[in-house]
């Protein structure tokens, strides 16, 4: 499914590298990731899943793009030496634990399609938790003012080029808007950097 979120980074971050890989879509919206075909593939169900020629199978985003760092470390995009790579983790983690996660509650908890399905992948039906929407929701702002903070007098998340920080918000920022949430107009650094990273080819991945 070319919308969802975990597979744009793995696309942007291969276009960034300049990477080519076959692909083939899934629909996670009618439940394509949960049927016998996939799971053959990915018991989990979950999307993105890189499959190697011998059939190993990488199932999480960032790994896959650890996998893809090593073969064609350059451009660089977890940072150089053991400091930046330090923060380029660090920044990559709060970015996903407190923004997309908190996205993910509230999307996986009112959208239609996973109404009884609100837990990712092939886990077990689940019926949505209004209050963890709710949650998402609340807890938002404050992690968009954090990053805003961050980036006040910065071009990137984290040193002086494009990381998988930096990917990770994008995508979240993009993952925000499915839910009708955008970024707070009281932050004017995070605006201007979505803007920046709009204009990169990647982006359209």
Not at 80 to 90: C, F, K, T
Request: glycine share 6%; with cysteine.
């Amino acid at each position: 499914m070319k919308q969802a979120t975990n597979p744009r980074r793995v696309r942007i971050y291969l276009a960034e590298k300049g990477i080519e890989v076959p692909t083939q879509d899934v629909d996670i919206m009618s439940g394509e990731n949960r049927s016998e075909v996939y799971l053959a593939v990915n018991p989990r169900g979950t999307l993105p899943a890189l499959q190697l020629d011998d059939g190993t199978v990488i199932d999480e985003s960032i790994a896959i793009c650890r996998y893809f760092e090593t073969l064609h470390p350059q451009p660089p995009l977890f940072g150089i030496g053991a400091l930046e790579q330090a923060q380029v983790e660090q920044w990559q983690r709060r970015i996903e634990f407190d923004g997309f996660f908190n996205v993910a509650s509230v999307f996986r908890n009112t959208a239609p399609h996973f109404a009884t399905r609100s837990a990712p992948g092939s886990a077990p039906d689940t019926r949505q938790i209004p209050d963890l929407a709710e949650r998402g929701r609340i807890l938002l702002p404050g992690f968009f003012r954090m990053v805003d903070d961050r980036l006040r007098d910065r071009q990137f998340v984290v040193g002086d080029t494009l990381t998988v920080a930096d990917i990770t918000l994008f995508c979240t920022i993009g993952f925000a808007r499915w839910v009708d949430i955008g970024i707070p107009d009281d932050c004017p650094n995070l605006h201007r950097w979505n803007e920046a990273f709009r204009q990169r080819p990647s982006a359209k991945a």
